[in-house]
């Protein structure tokens, strides 16, 4: 009987000899007598046939151990290859254990060509259709439970015993399927949610963490594959993550976080700063540069929370790092992709320095002259506006010399050196952000943002919105503060980030609670949600699908995830597609985009808009300029600084208001306005009021007699808002 298999194996013949065949190597195996042929040749000449469904209740019987052990040590082509990959999964049920299994998978798997899994690749409808490999329904059958959910399941009860495995098979399963990505790390985390905390701990007992170097010996391979899953999985937990929950603690602590993204920062880092390193094969289909974009999209994550409620210790992010050659080889890449391990306030100079340096590279001198003259009518700056500058595009860059027509139609007198310009800018962007225009809704907090009507996606508002987005470029080249603040998820899109669920309390935060309350409450199909929004405008209710047929697809425990993450979406990513690209496309004509990646939204509120800090008094008096009567000694002046040290912060943000525009100080600092804030002496009547030119941050003080009086008046002043002179 064992010379009739030994002979048959290797003959592959028809299904009745296969049928014997698989009964006696059962027969066999039950008896627990030994066959004569091994286990590679019965893996080459049998497992690799295509499709044996048919012997599955024959198949059972086997020693599946002993099988699966031999597997890598098997000489195949690909196709055989691919044939006995589909038959293990075919056999996923019956081949025990499971980590055998799950080896021979990953094994298999990454010596495959990737074209093999071209197939699992959704086609776009206008997309030309794709070269393929032919497969027969049985591999596509076989691939396709390769990354099902329910198989995917079975695959997680591996992650406690041998978490070093699970971490490799699920590496190169992306690598091949990087589609189904997304929706098998779901099942993981929905499946397994203590994954996190077993990948957090293997991390840190690893020789890369414990020896905190760049290490590539054989000891450090499986903590690669366990950072990068881990990365990967942390990364999309933190998408549908709210701030309430990240502070609670209960995924991981505030302490682990801290100490984890310490490592991963320097770890990051050097990584970056490795040219050497760039596309390096760790271990399978592992790659630096996979683990480098893993990295920093979750350290960006991590830091974006931090920025917004701080947790970690001062100086946590920052590295050593010379800023005189940034933009330029390693440096560059290091400041686009981990721009916080450089100081703000040394980002801010570059960013000053990169203007500049821009400026005499594209014009020399000639920047300084004017490229356009033109006339705005007081009472239609935004229309005179848009009508003679927008087309400018770039040439914005250039200084514009700008003449007011006053409600009479007279010309203004005054010559614009800068103040002017700087005038239109304020009072254009004030008359932009008005509510009947209809290009700007404000959050609950106040902060600016697109509207999101159908009406401010019509042709016509989308140039408005182009135009927008090169007044604020001017505004930031021209390093002109703005008052009005704007959402983060608005400033996101700035930086080409997209908006999760931690940026969608800002917009909403009664919708934001009622999507925590669906992530964590028992049963989700007690709220009777489908996946449809219900969107309200100018009286009307729309139903919008989130999927195809969205209205008939259920919210469940087990889809509830994608829900919430396609909500957010769609709030504060989707509706805002078409008006934030055409801002764009207007703000980079002036700004380059790789400039504006080196801040997150939080740091770009500052430098659009100052500091919110208290006051430096000692700061602003250091950085005024006096005329030719008033100095430090003098007793009007004396005064003043008295009334401004005993002036609440509310009032000293009205006064720097009131003489330069914007209530907040540059982040930098007073000595950063250009021009200095200035007092000039108006006279030594004293019933009359202060002034101020916030074109050029000048305040024209009465030389009054009393520090009372001084008070009275100058507080009369701030509050009132009157007192601006063309100057």
């Keep these: 009987m064992r010379d009739f298999v030994s002979w048959h194996l290797p003959h592959k013949l028809g299904f009745q000899s296969l049928v014997w065949c698989f009964q006696m190597i059962a027969e066999f195996e039950r008896h627990q007598e030994p066959l004569t042929l091994d286990a590679s040749e019965f893996i080459s000449c049998i497992l690799t046939i295509p499709n044996l469904a048919p012997f599955q209740v024959y198949l059972a019987t086997l020693n599946w151990e002993r099988i699966l052990s031999q597997v890598q040590n098997v000489q195949l082509d690909q196709w055989n290859r691919m044939h006995l990959l589909c038959n293990l999964l075919l056999f996923q049920k019956i081949s ?5 299994y799950l080896s021979c998978l990953t094994s298999l798997i990454s010596s495959l060509n990737s074209q093999f899994f071209e197939i699992l690749k959704p086609q776009d409808e206008d997309e030309e259709p794709r070269q393929t490999l032919a497969l027969e329904p049985f591999h596509i059958q076989a691939l396709q439970t390769l990354v099902s959910k329910q198989h995917f399941q079975t695959i997680c009860k591996t992650i406690r015993t041998n978490v070093n495995q699970f971490a490799l098979f699920t590496v190169t399963l992306f690598s091949n399927c990087p589609n189904s990505k997304t929706e098998l790390l779901t099942t993981v985390l929905y499946q397994s949610p203590e994954i996190l905390q077993v990948l957090y701990h293997s991390i840190m007992q690893s020789h890369l963490y414990k020896t905190q170097s760049l290490s590539f010996e054989p000891e450090t391979l ?44 320097d770890l990051g880092y050097h990584l970056l700063w490795r040219e050497d390193l760039n596309g390096k094969v760790i271990t399978g289909r592992l790659t630096t540069d996979l683990i480098k974009d893993g990295l920093t999209r979750l350290l960006k994550q991590i830091h974006s929370r931090d920025s917004r409620r701080q947790f970690c210790p001062k100086d946590h992010w ?24 450089i100081p703000l306030e040394d980002r801010i100079k570059l960013f000053r320095a990169l203007v500049r340096q821009d400026q005499m590279d594209l014009y020399g001198l000639q920047w300084q002259h004017p490229v356009a003259r033109v006339n705005i009518r007081r009472d239609h700056i935004f229309e005179d506006g848009f009508a003679q500058l927008n087309s400018l595009q770039s040439q914005l860059k250039r200084k514009i010399a700008i003449t007011f027509i006053d409600e009479h139609g007279l010309t203004e007198a005054g010559i614009d050196g800068g103040g002017v310009f700087k005038e239109f ?22 902060l600016l943002y697109p509207a ?24 930031l080249y021209e390093d002109v503060l703005l008052e009005s603040p704007f959402a983060g998820f608005f400033l996101r899109k700035w930086i080409g980030l997209a908006n999760y669920l931690d940026d969608l309390p800002s917009l909403d935060k009664e919708l934001y609670q009622g999507l925590i ?11 009777s949600l489908n996946f449809t929004l219900r969107e309200e405008q100018f009286g009307t209710s729309q139903s919008i699908d989130l999927i195809p047929n969205g209205s008939n697809v259920a919210v469940t425990n087990e889809n509830r995830i994608r829900y919430i993450y396609l909500v957010a979406h769609y709030k504060l990513n989707l509706r805002l597609q078409k008006q934030v690209r055409a801002f764009f496309s207007g703000l980079i004509d002036l700004i380059d985009p790789k400039w504006l990646k080196m801040f997150n939204e939080q740091e770009l509120q500052l430098l659009l808009g100052g500091t919110h800090l208290p006051i430096d008094v000692n700061d602003f008096k250091q950085n005024v300029v006096y005329d030719s009567v008033y ?12 009334v401004v040290e005993e002036m609440s912060q509310e009032d ?64 009369y002043a701030i509050s009132a808002g009157a007192g601006f002179e063309l100057s």
């Excluded at 800018?425 to 106040?446: M, R, S, V």
């Excluded at 309350?517 to 007690?526: F, G, I, P, Q, R």
Aim: with cysteine; net charge negative; glycine share 4%.
């Design 652 to 715: 000293k943000e009205k006064l720097i208001k009131f003489i330069t525009s914007c209530s907040r100080p540059p982040i930098l600092g007073f000595s950063e306005l250009m021009p200095r804030i200035s007092i000039r002496f108006a006279g030594q009547e004293q019933d009359r009021l202060p002034t101020a030119s916030t074109c050029v941050n000048l305040l024209k003080l009465p030389g009054y007699k009393s520090k009372e009086l001084l008070r009275e008046k100058i507080l």
């Design 96 to 100: 025990k254990p499971i980590n055998p």
């Design 425 to 446: 800018l304020t009072l254009c962007l004030k008359e932009a952000f008005a509510p009947n225009i209809g290009l700007f809704e404000t959050t609950q907090d106040q």
């Design 222 to 265: 499986d903590s690669w594959n366990a950072l990068f899953l881990f990365a990967e999985l942390y990364s999309m937990l933190l998408f549908t993550c709210g701030d309430d929950e990240f502070f609670s603690e209960k995924i991981l602590s505030i302490d682990q976080v801290i100490k984890l993204s310490k490592f991963l920062k």
């Design 318 to 341: 920052t590295v050593d790092f010379k800023t005189e050659s940034l933009f330029n080889g390693t440096e560059s890449v290091v400041l686009e992709q981990l721009p916080f391990v």
């Design 517 to 527: 309350y669906l992530k964590n409450c028992d049963n989700a199909e007690d709220l």
């Design 452 to 475: 999101t009507t159908t009406y401010a996606t019509e042709p016509e508002q989308l140039k408005y919105f182009e135009f927008m987005g090169r007044i604020i470029g001017k505004a």
């Design 631 to 642: 100095d430090e000694k003098h007793p009007t002046i004396e005064y003043f600084w008295q």
